[in-house]
């Protein structure tokens, strides 16, 4: 589980085609966000699309505001042949040694290489080192339901604010995407923004549609 960080503003774009879920909402506005965030998914679809997708969505949105994670969303777009191409994307803060970025990038690049099924290299983003990592899984099958693969894409970001990795993780089954899923969270990566809460304030513009804002303090 993450810790809170209570004293981290940090500040993201995601790109067209990403919906956000609404986590850390009040229960009586939940509904409606879900709602709204099921017809975005679903422009042209059914009602009953519409409230599948909602319903899965309010238990996912539970189990992760409850795990602390501080932004999630769903990636949905269409490949050149019609296929559908999805992808999940959390964002999270988990608390290390207060040691220099550059120290803790080394250590986690280290320590992520032992995994001789993991793919790592050190990146350097405008908020400083990072560490990018590859891997994939596969879910165990069940009576009629096959097994499924997963691949995974990790951007590993020591915190300017000493103390706080920063997490983000996309999961997609697309494994023909992954080149396409890789740059977007690249992407995402040099967007992001990590600064004492205190300096909240002083932030740009809030982030135009697509964007995300979590301040924490």
Known sequence: MSAYP???SLTLDTPEGFHELPLHLPPDVLDA?????AEKIWPGGTEFQRETTAVVYS???TALTADNVLHASVALYETEDGAASTAHLLV???????????????SFQETLSFDEHRSVA????PCGPAVLSLHATETEGEA???SLGFAHVELY????????????????PCF??????TGILRQIGESLVIRPAEQADDLPEPPAAGDVRAVFG
Not at 157 to 169: Q, S
């Open 176 to 181: 023909d995407d992954l080149p396409r899923y």
């Open 122 to 125: 050190r990146v350097d983003l």
């Open 144 to 146: 009629v339901l096959p």
């Open 33 to 37: 966000a879900l709602w709204e965030l």
């Open 6 to 8: 209570q004293n981290v």
């Open 59 to 61: 238990d996912l949105t």
């Open 92 to 106: 999270r803060a988990d608390a290390v040694d207060p040691e220099e970025p550059e120290i803790v990038a080394a």
């Open 157 to 172: 970001i020591p915190a300017p604010v000493r103390g706080w990795l920063v997490v983000l993780a996309l999961t997609t």
